[in-house]
Structure formats: C-alpha cells, structure tokens
C-alpha cells in the first residue's frame, strides 16, 4: 500500500487488494447507491421533534430530516438513525497495518469500513470514504454489513476484526453487532480511530475492544481545528479514557505539513503522551499529498528521524515509523537491556519473542496485548 516515495496513512483508496463491495457503484453510474438507515444509539430528545446525537462531542441538535456533522447520522420523524451498519470495503492484512504494534504481532485483521467521518482533514487519502455528503465528498458506496458472515470469515482466517479507514466512531452499532458474533468465536476487534467520542460513548464500546490506534494530529487547539474542523481535546481525553476502560491504546501522528511536522510541534505532542505513560507506542506517519493538500511534498525520511529522536528525548520508549527507517523504524526493542523483542518486515513479522507482558531475556515489564489468549 506504501513504499519509500508514498505515504503510510493507512488507506482504503490506494490498495488494489482492497475488496470494494460488488454492490456499490461509480459516482458516475447509472444506477447511484444509497444509504440504508437504521435506528442509531446514543440519541435524546430535545424538543419539537429535534434530536440530539450524543455519540461525538459536536453533539448535533438534529431538526427533522437533518444529519450531523459527520452526513451519516440524521433525524428522521423523531428517531436518530445512522448508515454506518455498511461495508463499503473488506480487507485481510496484518495487524501491524492499522498500525498496532504491540497487539498480536504476526496476526491479521479482516477490516471493514463504511461512509463518514466526523472530521474533514485536507490531507485525507481515504477521503471518498470518509468524506460522503460533503460538497468534495464522493457519493455512497457500500451496502449493510452482514455481522455474523464478517465474524465467522474472520473466524476462518484466524483473524481479528477491524473498523478502520473511515471513522468507526461513527458505527457502533456495527461494532456491537459484529462483537455479538465474534466473541463466541474468539474473534477480538481493533479500532484505527480519530477518538472523537463523548465519554459516555466511549464507555459503551470500550468493553468489546481489544485495541484502539487514535490519530493525534496536531499539538494544541488551533492547529487541529484548521486540520480537521474539531477540537483537540477531546481526542486526548480519549487515550486516557480509553485506557481506563482496560483497552489497548496506540497513538499515531501524521507529519501533516503545517500542522505536526515541525520540531516544536512533534515535542509537545511526545510529552503529552510521555504524561500519560511513556509505554504507550507512538507512530509517526510519513504524510502523503492527497485530496486538498496534492500541493504540499511527502515527509523526508530525515524529519522522521527527527521526530522519533524527539519522542524518545520526550520519554517515550516505543517510536515507531513504519518505512522510511527501516526494519529498525519497525523494531521493539526491550527498553531495559535493548534486546530486539519484534521485528517487522513490510510485511511479516521476523521476530517475535512477546509471550507475556516481560522481555524475555531480563525480565523487564512491556506493556501490550502480545498473545492469542489476551483477548
């Protein structure tokens, strides 16, 4: 999906083994899709047949025949009702890919994603995903998800499930459906999220989750607002909240230009999350110039060497870049006696001596989700 001249956001868009779902059609076919409504959680009233959404801190007042913020959450007579119980794209790769280092390493995730989003970076290079209905938005793709099929094929794979490259904040009434099925079958599910959530949210799917990689995406408030159009708190309270609820937490920083890729800027967010715990595994992400933003260049291998020199001055003991580093970039290293733990290829694990939450040589605490019975 990326190499040493593309980005490493992971992308639904630009992977020709990506499954798209046979029924969607072309912005410019004859017969358009459309969405499938069904009554969604996270809904109070507020009056006069209006309904709020609770389910992002935007929290959309919704008058009759309005959607939110996100297009895919709407009031219709009274009653809030999402399309986000769609799979517009069915994907088996690692689980290295979302990325999530520190759970499963060597396994696979079957990934699902439907429409919506409820940020609208410029740099998005999954953008006709996440931003239908919006006036640059692509039309609808997709149709409704079919929990227990998803289940059992991940099942079969040996695989987790995974909501990513659109925002599966925006589907948990999917992902409690698909957590229905898969849990008899031992099947875990992942989130690549933007962490966007109500606290309350948060604590309904947090126990159906086995790891969560949220999007930081810039260190202070403006920035992220120009970047995304939401504010950056809460996606902070969500690490932290997150991790509370037992869930395994991941972080990942894309270099946006103007936005994360100075010095100063990388510095604040590698202390913030040092605050939090310096083991929690921070990715930096090489930005790739795509939807508004096809100006800008991609991030040199030097900044990202930069950045990870930063993250570890800041604390951190897990920096990871995925490619322009090399396997080095991908390794866990003990942070006591630096024996090599995992190594990662592009795409496959060489290495892996994870069995408990331990180095296996001197015995030093590393935190993760490492094996197959930690679900």
């Keep these: ?7 490493e956001e992971e992308t639904a868009a630009m992977d020709p083994t990506i499954a798209m779902d046979p029924t969607m059609t072309s912005r410019h076919g004859a017969d358009e899709a459309r969405p499938v409504w069904r009554p969604a959680l996270f809904a109070e009233p507020s009056g006069n047949g209006r309904v709020r959404c609770t389910l ?10 309005r959607t939110g913020v996100c297009r895919v ?18 994907h088996l790769d690692a689980v290295e890919r979302k990325p999530l280092y520190h759970v499963r390493p060597g396994s696979r995730v079957l990934t699902v994603a439907g429409p919506g989003c409820t940020f609208r970076c410029d740099y998005c290079v999954n953008h006709r995903l996440s931003q239908y209905g919006r006036a640059d938005g692509s039309s609808w793709r997709g149709a409704p998800a079919d929990a227990a099929a998803l ?3 991940a099942a079969e794979e040996g695989a987790a499930l995974g909501l990513s490259y659109s925002e599966p904040g925006l589907a ?10 898969a849990e008899p079958l031992g099947v875990p599910i992942v989130w690549k999220s933007n962490g966007f959530l109500t606290r309350h949210a948060i604590r309904r799917v947090a126990p159906v989750l086995l790891a969560v990689n949220i999007d930081v995406k810039a260190a202070d408030e403006a920035a992220h607002l120009r970047l995304t159009g939401a504010p950056l708190r809460p996606v902070l309270d969500a690490v932290e909240l997150f991790r509370e609820e037992g869930v395994w937490v991941e972080v990942s920083t894309p270099l946006v230009p103007g936005v994360s890729d100075e010095p100063g800027q990388l510095g604040a967010i590698a202390r913030t999350l040092a605050a939090v715990d310096p083991a929690l595994p921070w990715h930096l992400l090489r930005f790739t110039p795509d939807f508004r933003m096809t100006a800008e260049s991609p991030t040199a291998p030097s900044a990202l060497r930069t950045g990870r020199d930063i993250g570890e001055e800041a604390g951190l003991l897990h920096v990871y870049v995925e490619r322009a580093l090399g396997e080095e970039g991908r390794t866990t290293r003990c942070p006591s006696c630096r024996s090599p733990l995992v190594r990662r290829g592009l795409w496959s694990t060489t290495l892996n001596e994870m069995s408990s939450d331990a180095c296996a ?4 605490p590393v935190p993760g989700r490492w094996g197959r019975n930690d679900d």
């Design 1 to 7: 999906m990326t190499d040493a001249t593309t980005g």
């Design 56 to 65: 992002c801190p935007f929290r959309c007042d919704l008058a009759d025949g």
């Design 73 to 90: 959450r709407r009031n219709r007579s009274g009653v809030l009702e999402t399309a986000t119980f769609t799979a517009a794209a069915t």
């Design 151 to 153: 289940a059992a094929r």
């Design 172 to 181: 948990p009434e999917l992902t409690l459906a698909l957590a229905e099925e």
């Design 361 to 364: 040589r001197c015995a030093h």
